[in-house]
């Protein structure tokens, strides 16, 4: 990112995806983008949304990498995608990309990795994104430490259960 925190601003509102004054942009010289999108939660994606910049600036492909941690442009570029798209040109918005359902039902983190741009890879035009959305559901799946304790031998002392001669509860 050119700017720092660019990245960041890439995700709002949907009703204001059409504001290109926020922009985050590559490397003069290469199109490719890398945008690693970690979630609270887990969530079932449905589709994504891009809106590029103008004069070729725009994405023109884009491989989606899933719950992958620390992948690098040398990684992302050697390794099979969980699914890519070829992108049009789309300044207000309105176009949505499905992703494939069964693929995208668990999904902790998001790595989108932009290789090109419209105005071709030789062409030396920065890639330029000023909104990126995501639709989806919530699984309501928390991430976390599960607290457990396992016991080998029952321990009815605070249970309300009375023990027996030899510690087992009367009756079983």
């Not at 939660?41 to 589709?47: C, D, E, I, M």
């Not at 359902?101 to 071709?120: C, D, P």
């Not at 559901?137 to 009815?156: F, S, W």
Request: proline fraction near 7%; charge should be negative.
């Amino acid at each position: 990112e050119t700017v720092p925190e660019s990245c960041k601003r890439m995700f709002r509102p949907f009703r204001e995806r059409q504001d290109d004054s926020i922009v985050l942009a590559s490397d003069d010289d290469d199109p490719e983008l890398m945008l690693h999108v970690p979630f609270t939660a887990s969530v079932k994606l449905t589709s994504f949304t891009i809106v590029g910049g103008a004069g070729g600036s725009s994405p023109a492909h884009v491989k989606a990498f899933i719950n992958r941690e620390g992948l690098d442009f040398a990684d992302a570029a050697n390794m099979p995608p969980v699914q890519e798209w070829d992108l049009a040109e789309d300044f207000s918005g309105v176009l949505e990309y499905p992703t494939m359902r069964a693929k995208f039902h668990n999904v902790n983190s998001i790595t989108l990795y932009i290789t090109e741009n419209h105005a071709g890879e030789d062409a030396g035009v920065p890639t330029r994104i000023h909104y990126v959305g995501f639709k989806g559901l919530g699984t309501q799946n928390k991430r976390g430490i599960v607290d457990a304790v396992y016991e080998l031998r029952p321990v009815p002392k605070g249970t309300g259960v009375d023990s027996g001669p030899m510690g087992a509860a009367e009756g079983i």
